[in-house]
């Protein structure tokens, strides 16, 4: 069962790339995820269903993945979803240039044949992110030989396998695939072949989406759902501390800056910034040891430059930096002192 506890073992870590065990900003332990959220995951492993996550960006909808891949130690499989993909492409991608090239290229070589000579099909599929877990649960040596060579050796195994953004799919892709992942197989039709996953390491797939409003009611039904919201203030002190380290920050410091960006978050931006952002300009804030109760002409300057972070688009960066010309009180509580 998932606990998001986050506890390190040398087992999970094992799991890591060098990168996320090095960075505290990316490290899956130190993921918050609230009480209905750990209960949704809880309740996918144990029906056996497809996990869908809808949120605004920033809410951790991708992160939960990694953090449930490494609570449980089970490979991590990731997808993300294109406007073009189809059914196919979740489970394999065949060369066929490729091999119609290598084909040509063998008869040309002295083959006295005058049609081109018929290879091997399967040296020209590669497995994708659904493909590979239903592989991997697979214990048959002559199937576990089609995976990649750092997950042919490791026994056979559960995992979870991340569709990212399946809402920019073409709409005919989640009815497309509705069959597959509720019966956990596939086939491949350029060589016949169908496989077909364990039902004891069954994978847990987690589907991310901006809105819920373009899939189809038909693959809703077949989901557990949850929306994550986007933190509240004490959820996103949480986050930083924990990300960052709880000394990291002055106390009054944090707790201004965090007032002061929730206000932004509230001034009716295009494009709201999310926690990643969060923790990005509370680096720079750190670093000018700004107090925003007592901005000085030059402090309010760089603040204004700050925003830069934050904001994503020219309109936004304007209304921002207006609203501290203005002195606007909904970011600004206290008249700011000039210099």
């Not at 499989?77 to 084909?103: G, I």
């Not at 409003?213 to 557990?224: E, H, M, V």
């Not at 986007?230 to 501390?241: G, H, N, S």
Request: proline letters at 6%.
């Amino acid at each position: 069962m998932y606990k998001g506890d986050g506890t390190k073992t040398p087992e999970r870590e094992a799991l890591l790339s060098e990168f996320e065990r090095n960075d505290p900003l990316h490290h899956p332990a130190h993921y918050i995820a609230d009480d209905g959220l750990k209960h949704a995951v809880n309740i996918a492993l144990t029906l056996g269903q497809p996990l869908l996550l809808t949120g605004e960006p920033g809410t951790g909808k991708t992160e939960l993945a990694r953090s449930v891949a490494y609570e449980l130690a089970w490979p991590r499989l990731v997808f993300h979803t294109k406007t073009t993909a189809t059914a196919r492409d979740l489970f394999y991608q065949y060369d066929a240039l490729r091999h119609f090239h290598d084909a040509h290229l063998t008869q040309s070589n002295g083959s006295a044949n005058t049609e081109p000579k018929l290879l091997d099909t399967e040296k020209y599929i590669s497995y994708e992110a659904l493909g590979r877990a239903i592989l991997l649960s697979n214990t048959a040596s002559e199937i576990r030989f089609l995976l990649p060579k750092e997950l042919r050796e490791s026994n056979p195994s559960r995992s979870v396998v991340l569709i990212d953004e399946v809402d920019k799919a073409p709409r005919d892709l989640p009815n497309d695939i509705l069959h597959e992942i509720e019966n956990l197989s596939f086939q491949v039709r350029e060589t016949g072949r169908e496989f077909k996953a364990s039902r004891a390491d069954r994978p847990l797939v987690i589907l991310t989406s901006n809105s819920e409003k373009n899939l189809p009611d038909a693959f809703l039904r077949r989901c557990i759902f949850y929306h994550i919201e986007f933190p509240d203030r004490t959820r996103l002190r949480d986050i930083v501390e924990r990300r960052v380290g709880k000394d990291k920050f002055d106390p009054t410091m944090l707790k201004q800056a965090l007032g002061h960006f929730q206000a932004i978050r509230h001034k009716g931006l295009k494009k709201n910034p999310a926690t990643a952002e969060l923790l990005a300009w509370l680096n720079i804030i750190q670093r000018l040891e700004l107090r925003f109760e007592k901005l000085s002409k030059a402090e309010k300057e760089a603040l204004k430059f700050s925003y830069s972070v934050l904001a994503k688009n020219k309109d936004d960066l304007e209304k921002l930096a207006e609203s501290l010309k203005n002195q606007d009180p909904e970011i600004l509580p206290e008249t700011p002192k000039e210099s």
